[in-house]
């Protein structure tokens, strides 16, 4: 302060007076209410004459900012007091009475003292964890306050960025746990205090990027600090990754957790990404599963991945631009990783795919969480079919995924490597989000990766790309079957959109190309080792799921002029006559199928009448009695059939409409060479 605004105080006194405007809050909170309406309930009673309460509830409101405001300038009395300058002569400080300028300066008080306390952890680890345990209910208290809050959080986490990023490489260290042989070090990695501070310093640090106020250079100290790791386990113990900023800025620019994962994944490609997780103990020779363990547990980019996953915005920043590519392609291959351990510092050092091996002794494997990954590539491609921002996005990373993953490795007719589970099947939902796209590819013409059509972003994908990708997904009978029954059903339905007038962004004829996408994805099955026969079972099976995956719903996919909620949406006018065919031949048409091409035509006869039976496209749908109870054609339907194949629908005549989809599914096995 200036002028005649100066003043001597004695921080103790301060102190005590921010302890006494506490009390007097609190006594406010718990009684004002109470009289409020014990008084108005006295005077709506008749009783004595009505006094103006306001000025209390005033009180008990400004009580609130008062004690805030006289707590904080109290820890600027302390933090002055504790440079050790004397109380009289020179000793002159200068405390804001409010505003921003007050809670900017509490802030830096703090900020410093939290940097004074990492700097000093080794010599005075006990203050060290003392000091970071007051600036943690620091935290908590303004997390608590909401917007009154967010000024200190939002100056707070602006000055600290640095110590933010290395904090918990700080409390490893502290918590003594290096002492111990490195696989009990993995056990002990942080303390339940520990990963309570990191989940309260990572919330505030999620609400002030929600907020939009996280300046362009603390982001970089978070993003660009040689302890990446620290910041991941930050985020590994801290709220969902929802709890950051969720909104889409413009195409081309990226939110903190985006920057963050983007970093951390650059520095495994380099081979600069260190862990501080290390033992004075060498590791011996049993050890070594329980290390590989151990590091993969304490990833940090799996768990920005999972973090990501929970917040669309990143994982379609992260794999929504050409760019993309490269991290799709890694993620797709499998997420090994090596770990180079050095016993002179103590850490390990993630090597980059081409770093050569040094000391083989000294190098360990891990793996990316595939559940995580799953998560992340089901999040980058969810957002729904359109011409916005988050369209765009959405339909590159999934042409990133798409392109970017491998065949399974197939030796002697045995799969010895295919991608994992959870990756599966979010390679299951992409396919169900983007069929119309696959469709397109399958039947048409080359065209170019990502372009508008009919007001939605659209994919074209090379035949190479989409046979890797089919074979992929195929290698397990479950998921070929669910394509199966996706394609089958979008097959039969799009006739119904067509008799209504409406369209498929993206596709010239969507019958011809579903049918043969439907061709392609058995073709495939082929290549992976499903045989004819095995594909005649499963071609039952999956008539028998197509209920439940209308059900389920997979993706968006655009249909009929507007946008429908996926497979549920596509297939939901068809699904409840949708035939039950058994799984043992027992229908005589099925058993005399000679080949598993005459049975794919012969259901896609009954699923074309199927869906327009339920669009209500039919003039003069098949009779009572032409289906069984488990819809089961019977002779009925084929006497209708030979009556009504000439009728015309959506332009068309019925039979026209079967030959189109038997000879694109011909077409389509004799130029894959099948």
């Known amino acids: 302060m200036s002028g005649s605004d100066e003043v001597g105080v004695n921080p103790g006194r301060v102190s005590r007076a921010a302890s006494a405007l506490e009390n007097l809050r609190d006594v406010l909170a718990a009684n004002v209410p109470t009289i409020v309406n014990t008084m108005n309930e006295y005077w709506s009673a008749g009783q004595g004459s009505p006094i103006s309460l306001g000025m209390l509830q005033q009180a008990q409101s400004r ?17 002055w007091l504790a440079q050790k300058v004397g109380l009289t002569g020179t000793g002159m400080v200068e405390i804001p009475w409010s505003g921003q300028a007050l809670n900017d300066d509490a802030a830096a008080a703090q900020a410093k003292e939290l940097a004074a306390a990492e700097a000093e952890a080794t010599k005075h680890p006990k203050a060290a964890q003392a000091e970071i345990a007051a600036i943690e209910l620091s935290i908590q208290e303004h997390l608590a306050d909401g917007q009154d809050g967010q000024p200190w959080l939002q100056a707070f986490y602006n000055d600290a960025g640095p110590q933010v990023a290395n904090l918990a490489t700080v409390l490893h260290d502290l918590n003594g746990s290096g002492n111990l042989p490195i696989t009990q070090e993995f056990q002990h990695v942080f303390s339940s205090q520990d990963e309570q501070i990191m989940k309260t310093f990572a919330t505030g640090l999620a609400y002030v990027d929600s907020q939009g106020l996280l300046t362009s ?68 020779g049993q050890d070594y599963d329980q290390i590989n363990q151990g590091l993969s547990a304490y990833d940090p980019l799996s768990a920005l991945l999972q973090a990501d996953a929970q917040n669309q915005t990143a994982a379609r920043q ?17 997420g090994g990783l090596r770990y180079a351990y050095n016993q002179a510092s103590n850490n390990f050092t993630i ?53 970017q993953t491998p065949a399974p490795l197939i030796d002697g007719g045995t799969i010895i490597w295919q991608e994992s589970s959870p ?13 119309p796209d696959l469709a397109y590819s399958a039947y048409g013409p080359q065209r170019e990766p990502i372009h508008l059509d009919d007001g939605a972003y659209v994919l074209g994908i090379g035949q190479s790309q989409l046979n890797n990708f089919l074979q992929e997904i195929s290698a397990d009978p479950t998921d070929y079957v669910k394509m199966q029954a996706l394609s089958r059903l979008a ?21 011809n190309e579903f049918a043969a996408l439907y061709a392609d994805v058995n073709i495939q099955a082929a290549q992976v080792g499903i045989t004819e026969a095995q594909q005649t079972d499963m071609l039952h099976q999956q008539l028998n799921q197509m209920i439940s995956l209308a059900e389920a719903g997979f993706g968006l996919i655009p249909g009929g002029g507007e946008v429908l909620a996926g497979a549920k949406a596509l297939v939901a ?57 488990n819809g089961t054609p019977t002779l009925k339907f084929g006497d209708w059939w030979g009556d009504h194949s000439g009728d015309v629908v959506a332009g ?14 011909m077409a389509e096995q004799n130029a894959l060479g099948q």
Do not use: C
Request: aromatic share 6%; glycine share 10%.
């Open 318 to 334: 992260l794999l929504g631009t050409p760019a993309g590519s490269n991290l799709a392609s890694f993620l797709l291959s499998g």
């Open 351 to 403: 090597l980059g795919p081409d770093e050569p091996v040094k000391y083989p002794d000294n190098v360990y494997s891990g793996q990316l969480s595939q559940q995580a990954t799953g998560n992340f590539l089901d999040a980058a491609t969810a957002a729904p079919r359109g011409a916005g921002v988050s369209a765009e996005q959405a339909a590159q990373a999934a042409y990133n995924i798409i392109s």
């Open 491 to 511: 097959m039969g339905t799009s006739i119904g959109v067509l008799a209504h007038g409406g369209s498929i962004p993206g596709l010239d004829s969507p019958v």
């Open 63 to 79: 009580s609130v900012d008062d004690a805030t405001e006289m707590e904080t300038r109290a820890q600027l009395a302390e933090a």
């Open 423 to 435: 990756v599966r099947q979010a390679l299951l939902d992409t396919f169900a989000r983007y069929m």
């Open 573 to 629: 006018v068809s699904a409840p006559f949708v035939p039950q065919l058994s799984t043992d031949n027992e229908s005589n048409a099925i058993a005399n199928a000679q080949t598993q091409q005459g049975l794919a035509e012969y259901t896609a006869e009954i699923q074309l009448v199927r869906g327009l039976m339920a669009t209500g496209a039919l003039k003069d749908p098949p009779p009572p009695g032409s289906f069984t109870a």
């Open 217 to 284: 250079s603390t982001i970089e100290q978070l993003t660009a600090t040689p302890t990446l790791w620290s910041v991941g386990m930050l985020v590994k113990y801290g709220p969902p990754g929802s709890a950051y900023g969720t909104q889409d800025p413009k195409l081309g620019s990226e939110d903190f957790l985006a920057q963050l994962t983007q970093a951390t994944y650059n520095a495994y490609q380099k081979g600069t990404l260190q862990i501080p997780l290390g033992s004075k103990y060498p590791p011996v």
């Open 652 to 665: 068309k005549e019925l039979s026209d409409w079967l030959t189109s989809i038997q000879t694109t599914m």
